[in-house]
């Protein structure tokens, strides 16, 4: 029997996990993708390849040519272009798609949270008297803040932000989650943080720093996310290889 080959869009600790349960499963084939916009990804548990495919049509020529059985959407909640052209490479290919994505951030008792669609309504939200906010939105978004360059911003990603932003107070820090709850109230108190601008990615990699604003009574200008295409989804890693085992031929699911 042919192995059964899957595509993970990856790119997050989601996708990193899925790809280590299938591993040793019997008859599987797994392809980790990665788009390549971290300089130094983590190590991953199976055969991955890096860059993009060339829109829909791109990738939807690549699982077919490469005999794919079904594609998995675990790229990052606000990864809205990769997703969008991965629900339309299914439509063109006929591969069957699953869309994992971990459940949004809620908003708790002591939380002050401001809802924007976008980073730069956030960034223009701030006002005109200066702020000390932390833009916690990761390094591609983050140029939207020279609109607003009377605000102290503290800026932390993964990679450099390239081009350096045009601002004239801003720090810069490079680390990778998770991050935990009493470094995160450090890191606010030292900066003297009162705004935080971030995306509802979801998650506990990052959340420790929505906690430490609710310990801070510190506001959160929270960037919702775009809808998601029409596509089977799942919220959990376990939930993943259950849509998985559906799909597989009798013969390959787990138990027999």
Known sequence: MAAYRVLILGGTSEARALA?????RDGLDILLSLAGR???????????????FGGAEGLAAFLAEGKFDLLVDATHPFAARIS??????????????????????????????????????????????????????????????????????????????TPPLALADATFILDRGPFVLDAELALLREYRIDTIVA???????????????????IEVFMIGRAVAPAMETVETVGEALAAIDHRLPPAMKRGV
């Open 199 to 217: 995306k509802n990615s979801g998650g506990d990699a990052t959340y420790a720093k929505i906690e430490a604003a609710r310990a801070l009574g």
């Open 20 to 24: 280590a349960a299938l591993r040793d």
């Open 84 to 161: 969008a052209n991965a629900a339309e490479a299914a439509q063109i290919s006929g591969v069957p798609a699953v869309a994992l994505r971990r459940p949004q951030w809620r908003e708790e008792p002591g939380d002050r949270w401001i809802q924007f669609s976008t980073i730069p309504a956030a960034i223009a939200a701030l006002g005109t008297v200066p702020r000390r906010v932390f833009l916690a939105t990761g390094r591609q978004e983050a140029h939207a803040a020279e609109a607003a360059a009377q605000h102290f911003y503290l800026v932390r990603s993964v990679d450099p932000v």
């Open 38 to 52: 971290t300089e130094n990804p983590s190590t991953q548990p199976v055969s991955i390849r890096i860059g993009g």
